[in-house]
C-alpha cells in the first residue's frame, strides 16, 4: 500500500530497511489510548456523524448547527454525515441527537510523510462476456525492466486481452497524473474525484497527485500499450483517479468514505487501495470513537461492493500478522503515538472488512521449494490474504533482472524520486516523463487490480441483469487461477531479523500450498485469468 514509498501503507519500509527491531526503539510498556480524538479549541475540523438509521436524517444540517458545527456533506446512501467544527464541545452536543449513533473528528494529526512508502463458494468458471477486446503489446521503452509483468505473465494475457475501454478501474489514492504520457489517453475524467475534504470535487485537474503515490499505483494498473514507457496490467482499461490521501499520504476517514460512495455511485469495476484508512492503523470496535470511524467506512465500502464494485486492498507493510495482531505502536497519526493492545475486535481497514480482497507482497527471487519469497515487509494473515502479487524486496529480492529489488511504475515529473528513469518526450509542455522505482505492499495491490479488470473484461457481460460480474465471482476467478505458493521450507539468512514491527513477533507462515497466511491462494496470473473457463481448484 502506500505507506511503502509514503505513508500509505506507510512503507514503514524507510523507517525499517537494514534496521534491526532494537535500534527502531520501541518500547514495550503499554499505555491506554484515549478514547477520543482531542479537538483543540479553535481549531477547525472534521467529523464523522454516524447516523443510527440507513439515511441521514432531513434535520441533520439544523442538529448539527445547534451543536456548534456546519455540514459540508451528506452520504444519504449510507447514514453518514461530514461536519466541521471548531467547537471543543461539537462531540458531546452532537451526541445529544438522539438519531446520532457515534461521532469522531478525524484529522487533528501529522501532516508530515514518515516514510520511503469474503470469500465464495462458486467454482464454475466464467462464460465468455460481451465487452470489446483487444490485445496489446509489451514491447514499450522500459517494458524490459518491467519484472513485475513477466512474474505475474502478463505479456502471455496481453496477447488475448489488454483489457476493455468498457471496464473502468478507480484507483483511490492520492490522485494521479493526469498529464502523464503513459497515462493521459486511458484517464476518465468525469469519474475523477477530490475527496480529501469530504466532499467530492469532480474532474482529474481537482484529483491531480501532489504525493507521487496514486500515479505510480495508476502506471502499474493501466500505463497504456503505445511504444513509451512501460505496461500496465490492464493497458486499454479506463482508470479514474479518486483522491483520498493528502499531500502528505494521509487517509483521513471523511475521505475514503467519500471514495467509495463515489465509486459505487459511479459504476466503478474494481478499485485500487494501497494504504490503510488513518487516523488508527488498527481500529478498535470496543473504543466509540474508533467504532464511529469503523462502521462509517464498512458502510461505505459495502455500499460500493453492493453496486456490483471489486475492492482489492494491500495487507501492509508492519510484516504483522493481521489474523493475530496483539499491539499497535504506530497510533494516532501524531507526533507521539501511544502504545496499545489490540486483538482481533480491531482492524485495519479497509483490508480487513469482509468481501475486500486481501494482497500480500513478493519479490523477484525464489523460495528453496517453490514460489516466490514474501517480501520481508509484508504484513500477512489467514484470514487476511487473498492472493500475492509483486511488491518490490530491496533485501531478498535482488537479481539480473531486479537489479534494485523495486517496482517501476509512472511518477510525476514535478516529485522527487531518488531512484528514477526518465524519457524525453518530444512534447515542450510536458518535456520528460518520469518512471520512479518503489517498494511496498502497495506495489503489489494493483497487479491485482490490474487481472481482475482484464478478468472482468474477458467475461464481463453487459446484457447481465446488473451489467457486470459480481466481486464474488471476480474474486473467486482470482484465487482459482493463481500460481499456488507452499510455506518456505527455510529462509534466507537475515530475513527472520525483520520481525512485526508493532510486537516483535517473528514472522510465521502457516497452512498449506492450496492457502496459507502468507500467500493466500498463490501469486495472481493473468494469463490463466484470461484464459479461464472451467474450475482448476
Known amino acids: 500500500m502506500l505507506r511503502s514509498t509514503v505513508r500509505m501503507w506507510r512503507a514503514r519500509v524507510a523507517r525499517r530497511v537494514g534496521v534491526p527491531l532494537a535500534l527502531l526503539g520501541l518500547v514495550t510498556g503499554f499505555s491506554p489510548l484515549a478514547s477520543t480524538v482531542a479537538a483543540q479549541a479553535g481549531t477547525m475540523q472534521n467529523y464523522i456523524v454516524l447516523y443510527g438509521g440507513s439515511a441521514v436524517p432531513a434535520d441533520a444540517a439544523a442538529s ?7 455540514l459540508v456533506y451528506s452520504y444519504d446512501q449510507i447514514g453518514v454525515a461530514i461536519a466541521r467544527s471548531d467547537s471543543t464541545n461539537f462531540r458531546a452536543n452532537i451526541l445529544k441527537d438522539n438519531k446520532v449513533e457515534g461521532v469522531s473528528a478525524t484529522a487533528a494529526f501529522a501532516t508530515q510523510l514518515k516514510n ?11 462464460q465468455p462476456g460481451d465487452l470489446p477486446n483487444a490485445p496489446a503489446t509489451d514491447s514499450d521503452s522500459l517494458s524490459g525492466l518491467q519484472w513485475d509483468m513477466r512474474q505475474i505473465h502478463t505479456p502471455e494475457a496481453h496477447a488475448i486481452t489488454g483489457g476493455s475501454p468498457a471496464v473502468l478501474v478507480g484507483d483511490i489514492d492520492t490522485g494521479l497524473d493526469y498529464r502523464h504520457p503513459d497515462l493521459r489517453q486511458n484517464v476518465d475524467d468525469a469519474d475523477s474525484v477530490n475527496c480529501v475534504s469530504g466532499s467530492p470535487v469532480p474532474g482529474s485537474v481537482a484529483a491531480d497527485d501532489d504525493n507521487g503515490h496514486g500515479t505510480h499505483t495508476a502506471g502499474t494498473i493501466a500505463a497504456a500499450s503505445n511504444g513509451f514507457g512501460i505496461v500496465g496490467v490492464a493497458p486499454n482499461v479506463r482508470i479514474a483517479a479518486i483522491k483520498a490521501g493528502n499531500a502528505a499520504g494521509f487517509f483521513f476517514p471523511e475521505a475514503v468514505v467519500c471514495a467509495f460512495v463515489w465509486a459505487g455511485t459511479h459504476h466503478v469495476d474494481v478499485t485500487n487501495n494501497s494504504y490503510f484508512a488513518d487516523p488508527y492503523l488498527f481500529n478498535c470496535k470496543n473504543d466509540p470513537v474508533q467504532r464511529a470511524i469503523w462502521k462509517a467506512e464498512q458502510r461505505a465500502i459495502r455500499f460500493a461492493m453492493q453496486q456490483g464494485t471489486v475492492v482489492v486492498a494491500a495487507e501492509g507493510n508492519e510484516s504483522d500478522d493481521l489474523s493475530h495482531p496483539t499491539q499497535d505502536v504506530t497510533s494516532p497519526d501524531d507526533a507521539t503515538p501511544v502504545i496499545r493492545t489490540v486483538h482481533n475486535d480491531c482492524v485495519v481497514i479497509p483490508v480487513e472488512i469482509s468481501g475486500v480482497i486481501g494482497v500480500t507482497g513478493d519479490g523477484h527471487n525464489m523460495q528453496a521449494n517453490g514460489g516466490y519469497l514474501k517480501s520481508f515487509f509484508s504484513s500477512y494473515g489467514a484470514a487476511t490474504a487473498d492472493v500475492v502479487a509483486p511488491s518490490g524486496d530491496s533485501i531478498f529480492g535482488v537479481n539480473a ?15 522527487a524520486c531518488t531512484r528514477s528513469v526518465k524519457e524525453p518526450t518530444g512534447d515542450v509542455t510536458y518535456p520528460t516523463a518520469v518512471y520512479c522505482y518503489l517498494q511496498g505492499t502497495s506495489m503489489a495491490s494493483p497487479h491485482v487490480v490490474g487481472v481482475a479488470a482484464l478478468i472482468i473484461s474477458m467475461f464481463g457481460n453487459l446484457n447481465s441483469p446488473n451489467g457486470k460480474m459480481s466481486p464474488g465471482a471476480v474474486q473467486a476467478y482470482l484465487s482459482q487461477t493463481a500460481d499456488p505458493q507452499p510455506c518456505p521450507s527455510a529462509l534466507p539468512p537475515g530475513y527472520a531479523t525483520f520481525v512485526s514491527v508493532s510486537n516483535g513477533a517473528p514472522q510465521v507462515c502457516t497452512g498449506g500450498t492450496g492457502h496459507n497466511s502468507w500467500y493466500g491462494a498463490g501469486q495472481v496470473n493473468a494469463f490463466n485469468a484470461v484464459t479461464h473457463t472451467t474450475s482448476s481448484k
Open 64 to 70: 448539527i448547527g445547534r451543536s456548534g458545527g456546519s
Open 116 to 126: 520511503d512508502q469474503a470469500r465464495t463458494d462458486d467454482a464454475s468458471g466464467p
Open 401 to 415: 533482472q531486479a537489479t534494485n529489488g523495486r517496482v517501476l511504475s509512472t511518477y510525476p515529473a514535478t516529485k
